[in-house]
């Protein structure tokens, strides 16, 4: 979520995710071959889900579905639309990689033989701003550990322009100095660091 102050060119975007959800998305049942998941899960909505911040997905299988993969479709982290192939777990959880800002349908490509739920991962992408823009302050409210968090030109796995080391401290706060040119994100700037331990929330100001 972007602010922009009044009468300055400086606006500002608040990052912030919560704790990964297992069965967020589609909360267990059986589902048919080449059939979807139902959307239903607690971060659904209308039949689609919109995280909190861009993040990966999760695929619980209660049977084994190694030989199987799971279709998920929505828009990444710069909200343009996008699929991802998962390849299902013998009775356990498939983690994706991409980054899901929505998520409009996940498809079964085969018969599962068990139940299967899918949720929300650790994995997240914060949005500085998805078009050119320079980074002019950071302030950070640490998670519970000690971490790197990457900053992105481009997208979630883009070029690092900057990385900043967060410290232990739940709730306790960083405010890092920031060069008084700024950092330019000439394809827009992404941030990615794990849910919660990590940082608890965000805030970076940029023109």
Same mark, same amino acid.
């Given at each position: 979520?972007?602010?922009?102050? @009044?009468?300055?060119?400086?606006?500002?975007?608040?990052?912030?995710?919560?704790?990964?959800?297992? &069965?967020?998305?589609?909360?267990?049942?059986?589902?048919? =071959?080449?059939?979807?998941?139902?959307?239903?899960?607690?971060?659904?909505? *209308?039949?689609?889900?919109? %995280? &909190?911040?861009? #993040?990966?997905?999760?695929?619980?299988?209660?049977?084994?579905?190694?030989?199987?993969?799971?279709?998920?479709?929505?828009?990444?982290?710069?909200?343009?639309?996008?699929?991802?192939?998962? $390849?299902?777990? &013998?009775?356990? $959880?498939?983690?994706? $990689?991409?980054?899901?800002?929505?998520?409009?349908?996940?498809?079964?490509? *085969? &018969?599962?033989?068990?139940?299967?739920?899918?949720?929300?991962?650790?994995? !997240? !992408?914060?949005?500085?701003?998805?078009? #050119? !823009? #320079?980074?002019?302050? @950071?302030?950070?409210? =640490?998670?519970?550990?000690?971490?790197?968090?990457?900053?992105?030109?481009?997208?979630?796995?883009?070029?690092?322009?900057?990385?900043?080391?967060?410290?232990? *401290?739940?709730?306790?706060?960083?405010?890092?100095?920031?060069?008084?040119? *700024?950092?330019?994100?000439?394809?827009?700037?992404?941030?990615?660091?794990?849910?919660?331990?990590?940082?608890?929330?965000? $805030?970076?100001? %940029?023109?």
């Amino acid at each position: 979520m972007a602010f922009k102050s @009044i009468g300055s060119d400086v606006t500002s975007s608040f990052i912030t995710a919560a704790a990964a959800d297992p &069965d967020g998305v589609s909360t267990a049942a059986a589902v048919g =071959n080449n059939a979807a998941l139902t959307l239903g899960g607690a971060l659904a909505s *209308g039949g689609s889900v919109t %995280f &909190d911040s861009p #993040r990966n997905v999760t695929i619980l299988s209660g049977g084994d579905d190694s030989a199987i993969s799971f279709t998920v479709a929505g828009t990444d982290e710069s909200g343009t639309a996008a699929t991802e192939s998962i $390849t299902g777990a &013998d009775t356990g $959880t498939a983690t994706g $990689t991409n980054f899901f800002t929505t998520i409009t349908s996940i498809t079964a490509v *085969g &018969d599962p033989a068990g139940n299967v739920s899918a949720g929300s991962g650790t994995s !997240c !992408c914060g949005v500085i701003s998805v078009a #050119r !823009c #320079r980074l002019r302050g @950071i302030y950070v409210v =640490n998670g519970s550990s000690a971490a790197t968090i990457v900053f992105r030109e481009g997208s979630g796995t883009g070029t690092i322009k900057m990385q900043f080391a967060t410290v232990a *401290g739940a709730s306790t706060n960083s405010y890092p100095d920031v060069p008084d040119d *700024g950092l330019l994100f000439a394809g827009g700037g992404f941030v990615t660091f794990t849910a919660v331990t990590d940082l608890t929330a965000m $805030t970076t100001f %940029f023109s």
